[in-house]
């Protein structure tokens, strides 16, 4: 008996091993598992995990040396379930036969079936017939037979694969894509799948050939290897195609090579580097040409120069409370990257300024400190490299106390910064401000809160430079201030409860007192010279952005909030209206800020949504002396999820704004339509209302998605543009296969 029982261990170690060996070839090449180190044994972690075998009858033939299982066999190992209505061990042979239908379910939760399948105990060699595979993510493989040879190499012949789902009403039509291949080899010690004279199909129909084709495993999450190209065409660069090379590096770092071939300028050399350290992560990015020279008409001069750009990023742990890092973007000439259209490519997200940020910050308890830099580069076609700051260092700390008794708090802030620039303003700068802040609920329901604060400034003009700006001080030399300010701020919120119906009503005060400043054009602004005034910052203490500029004298602001709410049905209806009065007018508000006479102009939102299929918004600035709007933006939405309208409208008076030369007024339409489960249809419209009223945008888009392809057709037209990106239509093709990649096809 005891025989047998190892007789019967050895029959299912075997059979576990040598279907699992087979069904790698299946594993999508997207798994997340480890990659395999060198003599790597597939049977090795199955042999050393116990065995549970079941089955209606185990017969041992002692004249023909053979163990045979019948009657529905199954055999549990690992996680792994086999199944078969006969399994036959030969000891003479050591060969292993399952007959019968076959299956086996991997812990994965893949499952493989087979007719027939045939392999040697020490798993080298092997056969199986008809086989079959579902895996984990509802892929499916196929092939007529398979062969283990060499104990790492499983070679399957008439392979099908696809991940789409087949029909329901007609399982027998073809998938909407399928993979077709005289042949598939499985190489387990090269952690690769390689297939010969394979086949893509579309709905049954060949429409791409190659000979030879090879993705990586599911072993491995990165291998070597070319990438999806791109194609397309520019009216600018005529005809592209990008390569792109993926080299690993090791487990923690990769290369991505990425050369750009045109028809009317110079390739341009493109790459990206990504490594993982133990302490932090880095990315970095570059690209370079040797390119033609155009002038403000986009006709070529006839030189060539060298074009370039770097970019990336940088974060490192020093210990649990420190960290540094950096930020990364520089370019050649302002116009590279939108000329060579590299801004998406590499993910960039300011098209107007690249910023390079070198820093060190720690957090500890309730407090915080930095130290960095900043280096700007100015990419719109009127900016000066000449004023373009250099700001080092830049030095903050700030810090919180804990609550006291009566629920108040300390809190303090400073600041240091140096400014350099070529030929315009440098100074140098240190701030500090001290405060206190003590709220208060009365039992009323009142809501109180007390701040008093200190701040003191140094600021030391060294150099105005020969370019100034209407932001540079009058003179040179070291100025100081100290600025207190003390503010008391109210809100008493009434709440009504009327069924399901919930409105809160909350009147708001805040009153503000500080000595008036007078005039600060003695001081440099740096960090407070965009003023927008709106229902989010009517109530600060400081409506200027930074900290160069404070607004002093005795204010008070005052406002309304109310919000209804219908919890049966979600809706809701919520408005706020607010303004502030100075009691001394302050001349260091520009007069479009709608902030320099006594009265401010009346800021306030609007928010309704009586049904999840409706919702409009609106916040606006009004002119205080006639109610005309300064600025304006509004949006509505109709419609459900499958088929839904959005309006947008935006207004800015040009007073509001010195660098407008004219009233920006512009509305916006979006229809976006699922037509059905796998139909999406989208179209877009940008007008403008104001100075060359008409369409500035057009683009429809058209897409089709299910469980495994993707197809999308992009309409667009732009009617506004620069020197270096014209006015354009374009039409953008997306082809994606699921666990092979995506195509994209631009034409301009």
Known sequence: MASLRRRTRNLARAVGLGLAAVVAVAAPAEAQAPARSPGYDPGQQVRETPVVLSADEVVYDRDRDTVTATGNVEIVQGGRVIRADTITFNRTTNVVSASGNVSLLEPTGDVVFADYAELTEDLRDGTIQNFRALLADWSRLAAVSGRRSGGNVTALRKVVYSPCELCKDDPTHPPIWQLKAARA????????????????????????????????????????????????????????????????????????????????????????????????????????????????????????????????????????????????????????????????????????????????????????????????????????????????????????????????????????????????????????????????????????????????????????????????????????????????????????????TRTIVEPIVSVVAAPRIGNQERFPNEDSRAIDLDDTNVFRRNRFTGLDRVEGGQRVSYGVNVDTRRLDVGARFAAFLGQSYRFQRDGNFPGESGLDDHASNIVGRLIASPHEWLSASWRFQFNKNDFNAARSVASVRIGPEALNLAIGYSYIERSTQPSLGFDLEQISTRLTARLNENWHFLVRDVRSLSKDAGQLRFNSALVYEDECFLFGVDFQRRLTGNRDDPPDTSVVFRVAFRNLGETRVEGF
């Open 185 to 500: 080899t499985h190489d387990q010690a090269a952690a690769t799948v390689a297939y010969r004279d394979a086949w893509l199909e579309l709905g049954g129909v060949p429409v791409f050939y190659t000979p030879y084709f090879e993705h990586p495993d599911g072993t491995v999450k990165r291998k070597s290897g070319f990438l999806a190209p791109a194609f397309g065409s520019s009216s600018v660069l005529g005809q592209f195609i990008a390569v792109p090379y993926f080299q690993t590096l090791g487990p923690t770092a990769d290369l991505t090579i990425e050369p750009i071939f045109f028809t009317k300028d110079n390739p341009v050399l493109a790459g990206e580097y990504r490594q993982h350290f133990r302490n932090g992560v880095m990315s970095l990015n570059a690209s370079a040409t040797y390119g033609h020279v155009y002038d403000d008409r986009n006709q070529r001069t006839g030189d060539d120069t060298f074009r370039g750009h770097i970019a990336g990023t940088g974060r490192f742990n020093i210990d649990d409370d420190w960290r540094w890092g950096f930020e990364l973007a520089r370019a050649s000439h302002d116009n590279y990257l939108l000329r060579y259209k590299l801004f998406d490519r590499f993910r960039f997200i300011d098209r107007n300024t690249l910023t390079t940020r070198p820093y060190v910050e720690g957090f500890r308890g309730r407090s915080y400190a930095s130290a960095q830099g900043y280096l700007f580069q100015g990419l719109r076609q009127n900016d000066d490299p000449s004023l373009a700051p250099l700001v080092l260092p830049l030095v903050e700390y700030q810090w919180l106390s804990e609550p006291d008794q009566r629920g108040g708090y300390f809190h303090f802030d400073s600041y240091s910064y140096a400014v350099y620039r070529t030929e315009g303003t440098r100074s140098q700068r240190t701030a500090g401000i001290w405060g206190y802040t003590l709220p208060f609920t009365a039992s009323t329901g009142e809501v109180w809160t007390f701040t008093g604060s200190m701040q003191g400034d140094v600021f030391n003009v060294a150099d105005l430079g020969r370019l100034r700006d209407s932001y540079s001080p009058n003179d040179e030399g070291v100025r100081g201030r100290i600025f207190p300010q003390a503010s008391l701020s109210w809100r008493w919120p009434f709440l009504r409860a009327d069924g399901a």
